[in-house]
């Protein structure tokens, strides 16, 4: 079995190099061209020089494109709290995995906000990344309490720590000028968190 | 128009005294003997001794039934922070709001219990309840602007309360013999939040 799969993404490597991210950029380029709903994915895989049925290997559907860097930066950010010094408080070991997500998202600021005017324009699609947040949030709360952090505290931390992540890449699209950048608002809005629930 | 609607919901108020709660309680009643899915909008309708048309007046769909005390919960929890004592710190008026709404959930227990386990077996509920939950951070935040509090904290404190609101309930449900009642747990878990977040 193991072997089987193997040899099909050796195949899909040799014959379409890049295949994935091809089709990410020209699926982002007809949304800010045509429109999310417009663009179809014959015309998607077209732009990519790919055909149809390449497409559907790699992603489900039209929305999946728009969530496809997912899973990798959940398993960075899970390893990140993983990797936190034990003597880490829960919330420090989730700010260093929400560190690690803004440096990685920093770098494709561009793509970041169209992606983000995408899916605030469309419902189906805040649906779609509200639960990929939660299933985020539930990684996180699962690797605190693979560093010993009992519940609630580990589901707290987790939760409080994608409500930061979410808000912070907000306030970055928000600016008008970008004077900051994302690690930077990070590091403010989990400040910001810390005098608000810690506040009396 | 306003005056169509008043006659409207009038007759209504005349030809099926009490339908909303009927229709719930045959729908909860249908949904755990039967199962969420096997029961219909028309058995729903014919367990309450009502029609189906009925039905559609009062829900959008079958799915809406268990959410139907979402918009009086939610406006019920904005009022209270918006009654939080004008020194009392944002995440206090919210902590106040998440006291209502623990304070009326604890008086439907059963219910809420059958809720949350339908909830938990159907993805698509689960979806429904992440944007409702969503929806009333969004209420949070906005009624705590009203309050003077500035962003991000405003945000911040909302989606921290509804996480703690959420994570209450779930621990309210997981008890062997419910030995703690829910206004507890949010109080307890508002607590460990403040500790996870500001224990540094």
Request: glycine share 8%; aromatic share 6%.
């Amino acid at each position: 079995m193991s072997v089987t799969v193997i040899t099909y993404d050796r195949d899909m490597a040799r014959w379409e190099p890049g295949a994935r991210e091809r089709l990410e950029r020209a699926a982002m380029e007809l949304f800010v061209e045509r429109g999310y709903e417009q663009a179809t994915v014959t015309e998607i895989a077209g732009r990519a020089g790919l055909t149809q049925r390449t497409f559907f290997r790699y992603f489900a559907d039209k929305r999946e494109v728009l969530f496809s860097g997912g899973p990798a930066l959940q398993e960075l950010m899970v390893t990140a709290v993983a990797a936190a010094p034990q003597s880490a408080a829960a919330i420090d070991a989730v700010g260093a995995a929400l560190a690690v997500a803004g440096d990685l998202i920093q770098q494709r600021r561009d793509y970041s906000r169209q992606r983000q005017a995408i899916i605030a324009a469309h419902p189906e699609l805040q649906e779609r990344e509200l639960i990929k947040l939660a299933t985020l949030a539930a990684a996180i709360g699962g690797a605190l309490r693979g560093r010993g952090v009992t519940e609630p505290a580990a589901s707290l931390a987790a939760e409080a720590g994608v409500a930061v992540f979410r808000i912070a890449i907000e306030r970055w699209h928000e600016q008008e000028n970008r004077q900051r950048d994302l690690p930077d608002l990070i590091r403010d809005s989990l400040d910001q968190l810390r005098a608000v629930t810690g506040g009396r």
